[in-house]
């Protein structure tokens, strides 16, 4: 709509009216403007080419292929970058070796290497980044996010009115290796993660006494809602001298878990009871051999399932490519929009065999990595003997992971006990074990500052030798 020889006169019922008019027209033009650019984008995606974000991703370069028309750089292909992809492999292989985040950061501040956005300094946050970036090893994704508007209710904790999300798996589609190419060997990569989903395990946060509590980081749970238990450290004088108190609690008061509230043990009290019945288990003769022999000769899982998938995903990709062709050979649009319609299908189907894949290979990674963890608690056993008390801290939380223990407790008035160690192994299955020794620890008390004073208050004996002191 032009109106090129009418002024708008804003005060008037008919210019309001056009003004409306126009406002309808543009949002109207907004819309499709938006649509045309989400098809383009799809169909780029459909065909295997990354999406030209403002940024070339870390480690690679554009292709040298350019626009017939403008001349402008095409974007379809990265290559590796002779400068970045070297820094990609040193990230990954220096955290396959355990280094942890924030050194590989300082690491490459120190070297004087720009960070991908070409700052100084590097943060862990940006090498976690990287790390979890699968094009890096395998087959990458495009179309990975989406801008979403911020809910009104949240606007205060943004500083714009958008923020970006990741789109659902069925949303993005996948890169062959051909336009992206991976930088890192697929193993290099698994160590990585593996070390990552450790640090996370053994994190000790900002808890200033982590060896106090040797059930944090999940191995107590609160036994109603299921959530692990944190490690609350507070700081009392007794006669002159500083004492710290170690309690397990539950942090969440779960609306669907009513008789969740902020319950909890001290730890000086929990940890022993937890370490002798576990200890009871190691001591008992041939149970870790046993169960290493049977893993040994059982065939690892998953091999002949992974085989399958494999095939299944060649057989797809070989179909797609050939819808592919056809759908580059034909001009009409009518048999286009049939082979984009078959192509998308097959490709869903894709999708779900490599998630499979993905679950069956977890499972597989799992089976070693418990299998390596009991043969370290066995060496262990061997080499302290009896003498499984004299067990350092970080040994004894090694055993306790290899066994997957958990130990869950409830409040003083739970039947018929108050806490449990279950342990599971991967073929003898889970075994719950009842720690009866707490029964006379039955006094419970709801945390909260004034309790606290009052416990500080009548506290008589230094916190070891106290037996009431199960709050
Ligand atoms: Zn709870």
């Not at 911020?150 to 798996?169: F, I, N, Q, S």
């Amino acid at each position: 709509m032009h109106f090129v020889t009418e002024p708008i006169d804003n005060d008037s019922p008919d210019g309001q009216l056009i003004r409306f008019v126009r406002a309808y027209a543009g949002k109207i033009e907004n819309e499709r403007k938006k649509e045309r650019t989400m098809r383009t984008m799809r169909e780029r995606a459909r065909r295997g080419r990354p999406i030209p974000g403002c940024r070339v991703p870390y480690g690679y370069l554009p292709g040298p292929e350019r626009d017939a028309h403008t001349g402008r750089l095409t974007k379809e292909k990265l290559l590796p970058n002779p400068q970045t992809a070297p820094v990609v492999v040193r990230t990954f292989r220096e955290a396959a070796a355990g280094v942890p985040i924030s050194t590989i950061a300082d690491g490459l501040t120190d070297d004087g290497i720009p960070s991908p956005t070409g700052r100084l300094r590097w943060a862990g946050n940006t090498v976690r980044y990287l790390l979890n970036d699968a094009r890096y090893w395998e087959q990458g994704e495009t179309l990975r996010t989406k801008v979403v508007p911020v809910e009104k209710h949240l606007r205060a904790h943004y500083a714009t009115k958008t923020r970006t999300v990741l789109r659902p798996a069925d949303e993005c589609y996948a890169l062959p290796t051909s336009s992206v190419p991976p930088l890192v060997e697929p193993s290099v990569a698994a160590a990585a993660q593996a070390h990552l989903q450790h640090n996370r395990d053994h994190a000790t946060r900002n808890n200033r006494y982590p060896e106090r509590a040797l059930l944090r980081g999940g191995i107590a749970r609160c036994g109603y809602c299921g959530d692990g238990l944190y490690a609350n450290n507070r700081h009392s004088t007794f006669g002159g001298a500083e004492i710290v108190r170690t309690t397990y609690r539950c942090a969440s008061r779960h609306e669907a878990a009513p008789d969740c509230r902020a319950h909890g043990m001290e730890a000086h009290l929990l940890d022993p009871a937890v370490w002798a019945k576990f200890s009871e288990l190691l001591r008992t003769p041939g149970l870790i051999e046993q169960e290493l022999d049977r893993m040994r000769a059982s065939e690892a899982p998953g091999t002949d399932v992974l085989a399958s998938i494999d095939k299944l995903v060649r057989d797809l990709d070989a179909q797609i490519a050939r819808k592919r062709r056809l759908f580059e050979l034909t001009d009409d649009e009518r048999t286009q929009n049939e082979l984009a319609a078959e192509i998308n299908q097959l490709a869903a189907l894709r999708r779900k065999h490599e998630a499979e894949r993905a679950n069956a290979e977890l499972h597989y990674a799992d089976w070693q990595q418990q299998q390596d963890g009991l043969q370290g608690t066995l060496d262990l056993c061997e080499r302290v003997g009896a003498q499984l008390d004299d067990m350092n801290y970080d040994e004894k939380r090694q055993a306790l992971f290899a066994f997957k223990a958990v130990v869950r407790l409830w409040r003083a008035d739970h039947l018929p006990h108050r806490a449990e160690l279950q342990v599971s192994l991967p073929l003898s299955g889970t075994l719950r074990l009842e720690l009866s020794t707490l029964a006379y620890c039955n006094e419970e008390m709801t945390w909260s500052c004034h309790h606290k004073r009052a416990a500080l208050r009548s506290q008589t004996g230094p916190p070891g030798d106290h037996a009431a002191g199960c709050s």
